[in-house]
């Protein structure tokens, strides 16, 4: 249902930026740029492959996925979160539960996922702060750092407060009122699995250097995705330079963070680059084409990659009814 509503509303607000603007002008850039616009995807991979390992390096040395396991599970997460309306959430699972099927150890892999979101988090946070940085050294305007300052406290307290949820014991609570309502065994095994993720992710804690180059890491990956940015500008005729790709990837990234459930940012990203984009002079058509744009390189490569995953699905449940079939 949330979901749903997310979807309408950012539905509703892309809709409301047609309105306004029209589409004949958003359309002739974009068709301005033509096949070419296709090369955005070319951006993907690497990305991806920078975040694969960003999630990597927070498992234990010894028990460190292989690179060609953990890339494409990390795609297929990403995937879904591009894709379908899971606020950012089910594709997380999704990669953990695609390594999971490929027999890497569930609590492992569970703890290192969480602490992957939470490195994802802090990522947003300072690469919206360096956008912001960039934003009032070119434009100016005392409101404006001390709204984008606001907007990243309140950022860093949900952080500071999710971390504290992992390593204080946040789970295992959890686990524990969950267990009420099932069966002895279950009860044991649920709580018994919450303590042990939760040792496992105080052990990556206790190795803020993994911490520091995982996010490092994703901070690399939002800078190779700037350079879409430029890209597209170019080829509607709008030539920008790095700086303003830093700017828009950086304060939108922070502001569709922070619109989780609208899926996707539908809307939302929308309305942010239009608002950036106001403040460095620059024509909404040409903001809402960028921001189409770059979902080109969000949803094309991402379709493959749900097949895939379908498809890990499929093997998986089969296995299982072949297990049952054979007892």
Request: net charge positive; proline share 4%; glycine share 12%.
């Amino acid at each position: 249902m949330r979901a749903a509503l997310g979807l309408a509303v950012g539905v509703g607000l892309l809709t409301a930026m047609f309105a306004w603007r029209g589409i004949d002008a958003v359309a002739g850039l974009l068709l301005e740029a033509g096949a070419a616009m296709l090369l955005v995807c070319l951006f993907d991979p690497p990305a991806q492959l920078l975040s694969a390992e960003s999630w990597r390096s927070l498992f234990p040395k010894d028990s460190r996925p292989l690179r060609r396991r953990i890339f494409p599970a990390s795609w297929m997460g990403s995937a879904v979160n591009s894709l379908l309306p899971v606020a950012t959430i089910g594709g997380e699972i999704v990669k953990a539960r695609v390594l999971i099927l490929w027999s890497h150890p569930g609590v492992v892999t569970a703890a290192a996922m969480t602490v992957d979101k939470t490195v994802q988090a802090i990522a947003v946070v300072l690469w919206g702060l360096i956008g912001a940085a960039i934003l009032v050294a070119a434009v100016g305007g005392s409101d404006i750092a001390l709204g984008i300052l606001a907007g990243a406290a309140l950022l860093i307290v949900g952080i500071a407060g999710f971390i504290a949820v992992q390593v204080k014991g946040g789970f295992s609570a959890m686990a524990r009122k969950i267990a009420r309502f099932i069966d002895a065994d279950g009860d044991l095994a649920l709580v018994e699995n919450a303590e042990a993720m939760e040792r496992a992710m105080r052990e990556i804690y206790r190795h803020p250097g993994r911490i520091l180059w995982a996010t490092a890491l994703r901070l690399l990956e939002r800078v190779v995705l700037a350079g879409e940015i430029v890209l597209v500008a170019h080829l509607m005729g709008a030539p920008m330079g790095i700086a303003e790709a830093v700017i828009l990837k950086g304060v939108i990234g922070a502001i569709r963070g922070m619109a989780f459930a609208v899926p996707g940012g539908l809307g939302v990203q929308e309305g942010g680059y239009v608002a950036i984009g106001a403040l460095m002079g620059m024509s909404p058509d040409l903001m809402i084409a960028l921001s189409l744009a770059t979902r080109v390189r969000e949803i094309a490569p991402s379709i493959p990659l749900i097949a895939l995953w379908q498809a890990v699905e499929g093997r998986a449940l089969m296995r299982r009814r072949a297990g049952k079939a054979g007892r």
